[in-house]
């Protein structure tokens, strides 16, 4: 009698554990295919993240390709590429990337390191953008510089292309940081928090920058010894036409003021009787898009140097 007792356990404990097993084997497939179809969304860590699109300005898409931006150009300039939007709401734009950087502590070597930052303030009664660097971005993406990187920046988004300004401040923020002509990175030779760590004097041209885009062509116009050649030849030009006219033509002779029929001399004359002025009102320099711009570079509430500007758009 024990021994059926236990043969009849047995029976149920092996008609119980086979469709169990198989109840297992069935929601282990029907999970590995759920994972297959649900597509994971995958956001990057804080501490990696360099794209922060407060004001929804882009799609989810366009986030993940300006990480991907920041990543690449971060690379070739051994930077931390930061890129921000959002509504200030009347807040300065200076005060707030500063606070922003005190915050995060971006840095491609260290903590509060090499770091360039853009913000895109969509505040309605102050739009605008604002460019910061910090780290060794003080010196080699300085005041300058980041007005040059403004002239282009700011086209961009007047035609309302942000996810292009955006693209353009990050190649010219990595083309500039492997740029050494015009730099100094000894603090001794400039203003502390200004900036002005560089060889130049002033906003006074154009930018040496042409763009990734630019076919060779383009770049051989701007060459200083193409533009030198045209210049020269334009000269000489100039110089030989007015060489051959510098006599003049002589449009008074010896009859001029003779009256032949009467034989006596005419009497007349050229008098001078006035100067018209036309004046031409002065356009006024509103910074939308042209000219110095306004902030540059200082030290944030945490005593943290930057170079810096930023225009209305």
């Known amino acids: 009698m024990i021994k059926n007792g236990k043969h009849k356990t047995n029976n149920r404990f092996h ?24 597509p994971l969304k995958v956001t990057a860590a804080p501490e990696d993240q360099k794209v922060y699109d407060f004001y ?38 200076k005060k707030y990337l500063e606070d922003f950087y005190d915050e995060y502590g971006f840095g ?7 770091t360039a930052m853009i913000l895109i303030n969509m505040d309605s009664n102050d739009r605008g953008v604002e460019i910061q660097g910090y780290g060794s971005a003080e010196y080699y993406i300085h005041n300058d510089r ?31 940081m492997n740029e050494e002509k015009g730099v100094n990175t000894s603090p001794a030779t400039g203003d502390a928090g200004s900036g002005n760590y560089y060889g130049e004097s002033g906003y006074d ?18 060459k200083t010894s193409f533009q030198i050649l045209i210049a020269v030849i334009i000269g000489a030009v100039t110089v030989g036409i007015m060489a051959v006219n ?3 033509r002589i449009t008074v002779h010896n009859k001029t003021y003779l009256d032949e029929q009467h034989s006596g001399v005419v009497a007349r004359r050229d008098d001078y009787i006035r100067t018209s002025t036309t004046k031409v009102k ?19 509430s945490r005593g943290h140097s930057h170079s810096g500007g930023g225009r209305s758009f």
Do not use: W
């Not at 297992?24 to 297959?36: E, K, Q, R």
């Not at 491609?108 to 090499?114: A, I, L, P, T």
């Not at 041209?205 to 701007?222: N, V």
């Open 56 to 93: 929804g300005l882009f799609s989810e898409e366009e986030v993940t390709d300006l990480e991907a931006v920041c990543e690449k150009y971060g690379e070739e300039g051994k930077i931390d590429i930061v890129m921000i939007t959002d509504d200030l709401n009347g807040g300065s734009r």
């Open 282 to 300: 002065r356009p006024s320099n509103n910074n939308h898009g042209s000219g110095r711009s306004s902030g540059g570079g200082g030290i944030s």
């Open 15 to 38: 008609s119980f554990l086979l469709p169990a097993v198989l109840l297992l084997l069935l929601l282990a497939v029907m999970h590995s295919a759920g994972a297959a179809i649900i």
């Open 146 to 176: 980041i007005e040059y990187m403004l002239d282009d920046i700011v086209k961009l988004l007047q035609d309302g292309d942000y996810y292009g300004a955006m693209e353009e401040f990050a190649v010219q923020a990595a083309y500039y």
């Open 108 to 114: 491609y070597n260290q903590e509060f390191g090499d």
């Open 246 to 248: 510098s006599g003049g």
């Open 205 to 222: 041209g154009p930018s040496d920058y042409y763009g990734s885009a630019g076919t060779s062509g383009d770049r051989l116009f701007y």
